[in-house]
């Protein structure tokens, strides 16, 4: 059973930047892809970036692209989102996510992956 623990968040004025890392407990690249979620109060679960472990190639939400980056480090088995610009609708409880299984591109940013993280609150003030 994979566990994914997210650390990293926490509370940034508007135009800041944070790093949020999740760390798992096995060989992330057994994963065919993971990714960053959020879900902000009364909002559904939103996916915001993910890649495919075995290639690099990432993909963002319209809302991300530009701002936040994806990456991996195979070594620690981490995978982190580094955020910048943020803004205050980005404030929300953002989970790291892997699926073992490979989604097409067209459903990666979308919340089928099989394993969670609990989650890490990060929050933007104007």
């Known amino acids: 059973q994979e566990q994914l623990v997210e650390s990293g968040g926490g509370s940034v004025q508007a135009g800041g930047s944070l790093r949020v890392s999740c760390e798992a407990s096995?060989?992330?690249?057994?994963?065919?892809?993971m990714g960053w979620f959020r879900q902000a109060p009364g909002k559904e679960r939103e996916g915001v970036a993910a890649?495919?472990?075995?290639?690099?190639?990432?993909y963002y939400a319209d809302s991300a692209k530009g701002r936040f980056t994806i990456s991996q480090d195979n070594a620690k088995n981490t995978l982190y989102l580094q955020m910048n610009s943020l803004r205050p609708e980005d404030t929300a409880m953002y989970y790291c996510?892997?699926?073992?299984?490979?989604?097409?591109?067209?459903?990666?940013?979308?919340?089928?992956?099989?394993?969670w993280g609990q989650g890490t609150q990060v929050t933007v003030s104007s």
């Open positions: 096995g060989v992330i690249s057994r994963h065919c892809a």
């Open positions: 996510a892997a699926v073992s299984g490979c989604p097409s591109t067209a459903y990666i940013l979308s919340p089928i992956y099989n394993y």
């Open positions: 890649i495919y472990t075995s290639s690099g190639r990432t």
